[in-house]
């Protein structure tokens, strides 16, 4: 059974000693590994159906395209814009692609979007699924013998983990045009040498450290959004601070993950 219920832990014991916010935590990591665990399961032994995915898809992806774009765009142009400005007064502002491009793919493209999409995608996965638990439609799905979990965790879950990579590869090709825009009509740089600039230091394994950062960003928004959906309490209210914490969470979590993921794919290479 999976509900407010199965996903929380009872405290007790020398639990009661801990801090209420500590215990707290340990009780959402706990509560989290369990449901990610249940949808892999459930994900293997009986897969969702298609329709289910395909709508959870078109609303990770298609619907999050415009917000990760203008978010790409006009990062590109102003790490273009202040570098560019910069490293003119040394006489450097032919190796402002190679900068602007590097960071865009290893760094600031997969954080940027993995932030749109845990506070856009995250916080609407919170809010239906916490809607639907404090109106008890859950356990109406429940009662009838349907999973929660395969109907309503694995679809979210399964769309932005495909979603956000491939949303990650477009912001950062986003984010590439508008520093070479940048380059062209502030920065006096042509197209072509922009471009080459940047291929000539850009690497295969840049590409995939980015992507492998958005799979786990994917991750972790998926589980944190479903986990506090579906362990709402406390009526509409409830439902408004946990699509807050889920925001909260799941930006603080990126942010975090992604230093060590960034030591862990140094050492990797």
Same mark, same amino acid.
Request: some cysteine.
């Given at each position: 059974?999976?509900?407010?219920?199965?996903?929380?832990?009872?405290?007790?014991?020398?639990?009661?000693?801990?801090?209420?916010?500590?215990?707290?935590?340990?009780?959402?990591?706990?509560?989290?590994?369990?449901?990610?665990?249940?949808?892999?399961?459930?994900?293997?032994?009986?897969?969702?159906?298609?329709?289910?995915?395909?709508?959870?898809?078109?609303?990770?992806?298609?619907?999050?395209?415009?917000?990760? =774009? $203008?978010? #790409?765009? /006009?990062?590109?142009?102003? +790490?273009?814009?202040? &570098?560019?400005?910069?490293?003119?007064?040394? !006489?450097?502002?032919?190796?402002?692609?190679?900068?602007?491009?590097?960071?865009?793919?290893?760094?600031?493209?997969?954080?940027?979007?993995?932030?749109?999409?845990?506070?856009?995608?995250?916080?609407?996965?919170?809010?239906?699924?916490?809607?639907?638990?404090?109106?008890?439609?859950?356990?109406?799905?429940?009662?009838?013998?349907?999973?929660?979990?395969?109907?309503?965790?694995?679809?979210?879950?399964?769309?932005?983990?495909?979603?956000?990579?491939?949303?990650?590869?477009?912001?950062?090709?986003?984010?590439?045009?508008?520093?070479?825009?940048?380059?062209?009509?502030?920065? =006096? $740089?042509? #197209?072509? /040498?922009?471009?080459?600039? +940047?291929?000539?230091? &850009?690497?295969?394994?840049?590409?995939?450290? !980015?992507?492998?950062?958005?799979?786990?960003?994917?991750?972790?928004?998926?589980?944190?959004?479903?986990?506090?959906?579906?362990?709402?309490?406390?009526?509409?209210?409830?439902?408004?601070?946990?699509?807050?914490?889920?925001?909260?969470?799941?930006?603080?979590?990126?942010?975090?993950?992604?230093?060590?993921?960034?030591?862990?794919?140094?050492?990797?290479?």
């Amino acid at each position: 059974m999976i509900g407010s219920e199965a996903l929380r832990t009872p405290t007790r014991g020398g639990r009661a000693a801990l801090p209420a916010g500590l215990v707290a935590f340990f009780d959402a990591v706990g509560g989290i590994a369990f449901l990610s665990g249940n949808a892999l399961r459930t994900a293997i032994r009986r897969p969702p159906e298609w329709r289910l995915i395909s709508e959870q898809l078109e609303q990770v992806g298609w619907r999050s395209l415009s917000i990760v =774009n $203008l978010t #790409a765009v /006009f990062t590109g142009m102003v +790490l273009s814009l202040q &570098l560019g400005s910069y490293l003119a007064r040394f !006489g450097a502002k032919m190796f402002v692609s190679r900068i602007v491009g590097v960071s865009l793919v290893r760094e600031m493209g997969p954080v940027l979007t993995a932030l749109m999409i845990g506070g856009r995608v995250g916080a609407g996965i919170t809010a239906e699924l916490g809607s639907m638990t404090v109106t008890d439609q859950v356990d109406a799905i429940r009662a009838l013998g349907a999973s929660p979990v395969r109907n309503l965790v694995v679809p979210r879950l399964l769309a932005v983990l495909l979603m956000l990579p491939v949303l990650t590869i477009i912001g950062d090709l986003v984010g590439v045009l508008g520093g070479l825009l940048i380059g062209v009509t502030e920065l =006096n $740089l042509s #197209a072509a /040498f922009y471009v080459n600039s +940047l291929l000539q230091v &850009l690497l295969l394994e840049d590409v995939f450290s !980015g992507l492998g950062k958005s799979v786990f960003f994917a991750y972790f928004i998926g589980a944190i959004a479903c986990y506090e959906g579906l362990t709402v309490t406390g009526g509409a209210d409830g439902v408004g601070r946990a699509t807050t914490r889920t925001v909260v969470a799941a930006s603080i979590t990126v942010l975090v993950s992604d230093f060590f993921l960034t030591k862990l794919f140094m050492i990797a290479t």
